[in-house]
């Protein structure tokens, strides 16, 4: 079946450091992929997504590439702020999958000044 | 916009008894919702999908008479955990897509924590 594999967490960061969010991903044919992250106390936000291949999904300065070579879609931004910490979730929808989602295990990132 | 809650925030009850989890589209209406369960440092995991009006499809594995789910209006669905156990303890999580929306978005709950003594 489908599955989601991303680093463990937490990860602590200094400020305006840069980030990087490892996702895999096993499926057949071409799912759409997804970055959902959940600040403390809040429900889950759709960051990012991308819906084929080489497709780059970006949002409030993370972006995230669809490579199906290597069943990838990491996640990336380049200076961190304390604001952006919270947990990341790495998801697929299958395709024609009517909106299932599979979902990663969620990292958590911690961000220091 | 796009809001969902969900109420209680957490409960605690005891073994044997049932308990009844809301989950509502605050500013949108929500012809499919969908609940997931999530287990402390593990990913969420889809239990079933409900649709307005209609019985909901459950997930295998997912004991539909234990979890019982209805959707009776296009802003609220309701899980309800019969006869609860130990075992049960989990983080519940909702979400809901926009009927007639231009994407498919999942809009989620915050989530309700179910602790059974």
């Known amino acids: 079946g489908d599955s989601v594999t991303q680093m463990e967490g937490p990860v602590t960061l200094s400020e305006e450091a840069f980030l990087t969010i490892n996702c895999t991903y096993t499926?057949?044919?071409?799912?759409?992929l997804f970055w959902y992250v959940q600040y403390p106390g809040e429900g889950l936000q759709l960051l990012l997504k991308a819906t084929k291949a080489d497709d780059k999904g970006s949002n409030k300065g993370f972006e995230a590439t669809y490579r199906k070579e290597t069943t990838s879609f990491h996640l990336e931004k380049g200076s961190v702020q304390v604001s952006d910490s919270a947990v990341y979730f790495c998801?697929?929808?299958?395709?024609?999958?009517?909106?299932?989602?599979?979902f990663g295990t969620g990292t958590q990132l911690k961000v220091e000044l | 916009g796009a809001v969902v809650s969900q109420h209680p925030s957490w409960v605690i009850c005891k073994s044997g008894t049932s308990v009844k989890i809301e989950c509502r589209s605050l500013d949108f209406q929500a012809t499919t919702m969908f609940w997931y369960r999530q287990f402390p440092k593990q990913s969420l995991m889809l239990m079933a999908t409900s649709n307005e009006g209609s019985k909901a499809t459950y997930e295998q594995g997912v004991e539909k008479d234990k979890f019982l789910i209805n959707h009776a209006s296009l802003t609220l669905s309701t899980l309800t955990v019969t006869s609860a156990h130990p075992e049960d303890s989990s983080f519940y999580i909702c979400?809901?897509?926009?009927?007639?929306?231009?994407?498919?978005?999942?809009?989620f709950g915050p989530g309700t924590r179910l602790t059974v003594l």
């Open positions: 499926a057949t044919g071409y799912p759409s």
């Open positions: 998801a697929l929808s299958p395709t024609g999958g009517g909106n299932k989602l599979t």
């Open positions: 979400s809901a897509t926009e009927t007639g929306g231009l994407t498919d978005t999942q809009y």
